[in-house]
């Protein structure tokens, strides 16, 4: 009998499961997946009748309470074919989808859908079946990251960390550990010229993000890349024609600065600046007079509202006439205010004992009004499935109109703060910076193996900075704290402006057949580009006039007197040149693959003809100058595919770092903190370069690299400080430094799990170079002596330790997504001190930033960023400290170091909205 209740027992438990199990219903898992490439898809949407649901971060879905019956399960996916099946649903299931990518219909010719270029799938797969050492950064990244320029979109890279401006804006990247100058930068595989009064790196921050598909980072070079790149190459790779329908994406949002909440900005009327110099507007028989110059650019107002920072951007493009036609149009309107406050303590002499002294104390209010503007145009047309010809256009301007307001110095005779001079600076400056490009490139497919790809470029990028303006007036106050007078001093005034002009051809021919069983393609080319670049520099002096044999007192700047003592300008100086810069490359390679090993070699041969011509008098050293040289560059490139989704690299190439035009010239100019010189006897250096990585990428679009590098510069081109002449020189110029060496490791891991994900990076750098330095000491006789010894350091700008981690969050069913970004630089080294350990260090720095944005309605999201979350601060140091440490401000004792430098930038915010049609 107890055997049969049990029996019945089990029998109701049974029915009782059975029963809460169909209530329940059933669970269906699964993935959405590319046909073709097996990419996990994100945001897919899967309905099952009424039911419906999105792929998540690693491309799954899940549906729940599904019971027992026979259903029509439809996909759908932007850019993709849509997909019906019919399932029958009687336990739970795991379903592994896969869609076909729509087509433009050309005959033979695919073109992929919009979302799958711009996509972090896309980016992965580019970087997995890339020549060499690439890292990808996709469109839809960069829109839920909180950057709104490229230079701040690169510092999310492993190995990369941003040079500023001083208006705060992350400007050039740093390439592991290499400065900006062994970097260049492409749009759209096409090199472009630089803006920049000085370089010829181009400054990242004048393109705005929102105008590009994606952004590739090569750390290494093949064969038919231009050869002068030791840390990397910048690719933008601009919107393009969609296959399918009409792609449109627009935003408009706001913002501000909470520096500016705080403390209100300061501004001058940028209007009133002359955009021409006396010289310019009258020839060079004119001698100025204090009436050829303005006053009005000095006059500062202060507002206590903080104004408001704006942002557009629209993105539209269609194909046409039977889908051979592709058009895209891209446009971006940033129009920014920012205000920092800075803080420089300049660092005297080392004294014979071997301790120095601070004597000033430099306090800087900069306020800044950015307007970045920019466009592109692409059109695309297939003549054929075997031959297309592209148009692109691109357009990119930012102006700055900033104000260095208040800028105390206070020196102190008897070395104690707070009595001593006062010294009131004041400084206005416009710059107005372009960039434009104009492409047209052909691709043509012939019989018997053969493809041509050529590309004919005009480029012009010009920089103009009118007006320069700068006084100072000085007061202060004396050892018994009785006012000293108000002395107003010189005015500097200047007018500064470069154009560069690229026309380059392009011309790659190959031929692919087969060796017996294995598969190759032959490749040679070359490249003529001619650049000529113009550079006009016009500078005054206004010193005040004695008033009945006084100095004048300050009492605003329209209550003084002065006078022009050089009427003439600068016409004759080094300041003024044509420089000129024509490059002849030609290129060899062949790429084959011997089961799963795939080798790309060959080399690249580039002649230089550099020269340039300045203004100064024909008996001056230095007047002309040119410097031709040739360079034999190979390469080798092995990629060995471990399984379908990982390869092992290993690359060797040779590169090269020109000077800039500028540098040779032997020009002359003050700086902030020091003067400098040009340097024609400086040398192009040349480089070796081995790179190893290791590769694994998921399925869900996650990815582990770990990778090392070596590099040996000769003749590494640095700024430093030159000891040719008397040793009590501090002027900055450009010098090779000897061969410098530089190595280093990287890993990078994403990974994805349902709605969250994970990106991090983490890169180390180890570089060496010797400088000569000055070393003050006593001799037997206890008289100051200096003696010029070598010092070893890191190459300037290196950073030992660099990393990047983001947390994100996205659920696709309610269009919800949040990011949280951190950013690591360890210390490096600011700037190259003339006295042996006095080099200038940045301080570690820790940036954190968010983003978040919220579907509204279909096609409408509300999206809002906070740059700088924790307010960081940039700070420069000493390793050691002064003997009058105890006395100065600022300064914290017990950290055995010396603050020379702080910029503290604030807090920035942005709220907007955003249409996507696509969505």
Avoid at 166 to 193: C, F, H, W
Avoid at 197 to 218: G, Q
Avoid at 608 to 615: A, L, R, S, V
Avoid at 713 to 725: L, P, Q, V
């Amino acid at each position: 009998m107890s055997g049969l209740r049990k029996l019945l027992c089990l029998l109701l438990l049974t029915i009782s499961l059975s029963g809460i199990a169909q209530t329940t219903g059933y669970t269906i898992k699964g993935t959405v997946s590319d046909d073709n490439t097996k990419e996990l898809l994100i945001g897919a949407t899967i309905q099952l009748n009424a039911i419906k649901a999105s792929t998540q971060l690693d491309g799954s879905f899940l549906l729940k309470n599904i019971k027992p019956g026979t259903y029509k399960l439809s996909c759908h996916y932007v850019g993709y074919a849509d997909k019906d099946t019919t399932i029958v649903v009687s336990g739970d299931m795991q379903l592994n989808l896969s869609v076909p990518v729509v087509t433009a219909g050309l005959s033979s010719v695919t073109v992929l859908g919009k979302r799958d270029v711009e996509s972090d799938a896309f980016a992965r797969k580019t970087e997995k079946n890339a020549v060499g050492v690439m890292n990808v950064i996709s469109a839809n990244a960069i829109q839920q990251s909180p950057d709104v320029t490229i230079a701040n979109v690169l510092q999310r890279v492993s190995g990369v960390s941003l040079e500023r401006s001083t208006s705060g804006e992350g400007r050039y990247a740093i390439i592991r550990g290499m400065d900006q100058r062994y970097n260049y930068t492409l749009v759209n595989g096409i090199k472009i010229p630089s803006p920049d009064n000085k370089y010829r790196y181009v400054p990242m921050d004048i393109f705005p993000s929102d105008l590009v598909e994606r952004v590739e980072l090569h750390k290494t070079l093949s064969p038919d890349m231009e050869g002068d790149a030791v840390g990397g190459v910048v690719n933008m790779v601009m919107k393009s024609a969609p296959a399918t329908g009409l792609y449109l994406k627009a935003s408009a949002s706001a913002g501000v600065s909470q520096n500016l909440l705080d403390n209100g900005y300061d501004k001058f009327p940028a209007n009133a600046v002359n955009k021409k110099s006396p010289f310019q507007v009258n020839g060079p028989a004119y001698n100025a007079t204090p009436q050829d110059f303005t006053r009005d650019n000095y006059n500062y107002t202060h507002s206590s509202n903080a104004p408001v920072n704006s942002f557009a951007t629209l993105a539209i493009g269609d194909r046409f006439f039977n889908k051979k036609l592709g058009v895209m149009l891209g446009a971006s309107y940033q129009n920014v205010y920012k205000g920092y406050n800075s803080l420089f303590v300049p660092a005297e002499a080392l004294l014979s004992d071997g301790t120095f002294l601070l004597k000033q104390v430099n306090v800087r209010n900069y306020n800044s009004h950015l307007t970045r503007t920019g466009g592109s145009l692409k059109l695309d047309y297939a003549i054929n499935p075997n031959h297309s010809i592209s148009l692109y256009n691109l357009y990119v301007n930012m102006k700055e109109a900033q104000a260095r307001t208040t800028n105390d110095t206070i020196i102190s005779s008897n070395r104690t703060f707070g009595t001593g001079q006062v010294w009131y600076y004041g400084r206005s400056r416009y710059q107005d910076q372009s960039i434009y490009n104009s492409t047209l490139q052909g691709n043509h497919k012939f019989n018997n193996g053969f493809t041509a790809d050529w590309s004919a470029v005009y480029s012009r990028a010009t920089n103009n900075l009118p007006d320069f303006g700068e006084y100072e007036h000085r007061g202060g106050l004396n050892p018994d704290h009785t006012a000293l007078p108000d002395i107003i001093q010189d005015f500097k005034r200047a007018w500064w402006h470069n154009s560069d002009r690229d026309i380059a051809g392009y011309l790659n021919l190959h031929y692919s057949s087969n060796f017996n069983t294995i598969a190759y393609t032959v490749s040679i080319g070359g490249l003529y580009r001619d650049k000529k670049r113009e550079n006009t520099y016009d500078q005054y002096t206004l010193t005040p006039v004695f008033d009945n044999g006084q100095q004048q007192l300050w009492n605003g700047i329209y209550n003084f007197q002065w006078a022009v003592a050089n009427p003439k300008g600068s016409y004759e100086s080094a300041n003024n040149y044509t420089a000129y810069e024509k490059i002849k490359a030609t290129y060899a390679m062949i790429k084959f693959k011997v089961k799963k090993l795939e080798t790309i070699a060959g080399v690249r041969m580039e002649n230089t003809n550099q020269g340039y011509n300045t203004n100064l008098p024909a008996t001056i050293e230095g007047k002309t100058a040119s410097y031709n040289y040739t360079d034999v560059l190979p390469s080798v490139n092995f990629k060995y595919a471990l399984n379908t989704n990982t390869n092992l690299r290993l690359v060797y190439f040779s590169a090269v770092n020109r000077p800039g035009f500028f540098e040779p010239v032997p020009y002359s100019m003050q700086g902030d903190d020091f003067d400098e010189h040009g340097n024609f006897h400086v040398k192009h250096a040349t480089a070796q370069n081995v790179d190893l990585r290791y590769e694994l990428f998921t399925k869900s679009n996650g990815q582990i690299m770990i990778g090392g590098f070596y590099k040996h510069i000769n003749n590494a081109i640095e700024y430093g400080f030159d000891f040719t002449g008397a040793q009590t020189q501090t002027f900055y110029q450009p010098s090779n430094y000897g061969n410098a060496s530089n190595f280093g490791f990287e890993a990078v891991v994403e990974k994805y799990i349902g709605s969250f994900g994970f990106r991090g990076n983490y890169t180390y750098t180890n570089s060496t170079i010797s400088t000569t330095k000055r070393l003050p000491y006593k001799d037997a006789n206890t008289s100051a002596q200096v003696r010029i010894v070598e010092e070893k350091r890191p190459l300037q700008g290196q950073s030992a330790h660099l990393a990047n981690a983001a947390l994100l969050y996205k659920n696709t069913k309610t269009g919800t997504d949040i990011q949280f970004n951190w950013q690591f630089t360890g210390k490096r080294i600011a700037l190259v001190s003339p006295y042996y350990g006095m080099d200038y260090w940045m301080k570690s720095a820790h940036l954190f930033d968010v983003s978040a944005e919220q579907k509204l309605v279909k096609h409408f999201y509300i999206f809002a960023k906070v740059q700088n979350l924790f307010d960081a601060k940039y700070q420069v140091y000493l390793n050691k400290q002064p003997s009058n440490i105890s006395v100065m401000p600022f300064q914290d004792i017990a950290s055995g170091k010396t603050l020379v430098q702080q910029n503290q930038t604030g807090r920035v915010y942005q709220l907007g909205i955003r249409y996507d049609l696509s969505k």
